[in-house]
Each structure stands twice: as C-alpha cells, then as structure tokens.
C-alpha cells in the first residue's frame, strides 16, 4: 500500500520560517500531482499548494508570494517551504498524493504560529 510521511512540523514565532516534506512508499503508479493542505478546528481541509506532473505549480491566495512547492515526482517527493508564517496559517498539515489510481494522505504534521 502507498504509505506517505511527513516532517519538518513544529513551532515557530510570527514571521519565521519552515519547511515540510513527504515522501511516498509503496507502489506509487504514474504521479499526477503532489500538495499540502491545512485542516484548523471546526474547518474543512483547505489546499494550500500544488505540484502537478510537468512542474506546474498552484497556491492559495493565503500562500501565494510565501510558500514554495518543489517536488521530484521521480522520487515521489514534495516540500512545501513556508516564510513569513502567521498566525493563521497554525494547522495541521497534510501531504497528498494523486495518481491514476488513487487519493492517497500522510498521517498529518502539526505545524503552530505563535506571536
């Protein structure tokens, strides 16, 4: 089974910086796309950036000009480098992966803004 795990979650003051990464196991097939997304109490999980096969890339508006999504789909990989984090980007965060079979998630990293 496709097994995803992430690092790189923690705590950090308003303004730092961090960087998560996921790396998938398994028998990944044909890689459509890799992405984080943020899921905070009493909202739905929200995407925050995306890689697609062919290196194009997709943010929200709340990381566009922050974030960076790179990724090697070869090794089945994604980081999502985050700078300049506030308060509201506290969550936990998620790795996704799609490929022509499935929907597959990581187990989560918690990632938490203070002032």
């Known amino acids: 089974q496709v097994q995803l795990l992430e690092s790189g979650g923690g705590s950090v003051e308003a303004g730092g910086s961090l960087t998560l990464s996921c790396t998938a196991s398994?028998?990944?097939?044909?890689?459509?796309?890799m992405g984080w997304y943020r899921q905070t109490p009493g909202k739905e999980r929200e995407l925050v950036a995306q890689?697609?096969?062919?290196?194009?890339?997709y943010y929200s508006d709340s990381a566009k000009d922050r974030f960076t999504i790179s990724g090697d789909m070869t090794k089945n990989s994604v980081s999502l480098q985050m700078r300049g984090l506030n308060v509201e980007d506290t969550g936990i965060y998620y790795c996704?992966?799609?490929?022509?079979?499935?929907?597959?998630w990581g187990q989560g990293t918690q990632v938490t803004v203070t002032t």
């Open positions: 996704n992966l799609q490929d022509l079979r499935d929907s597959y």
């Open positions: 398994g028998p990944v097939f044909s890689i459509n796309n």
């Open positions: 890689l697609f096969r062919g290196d194009s890339t």
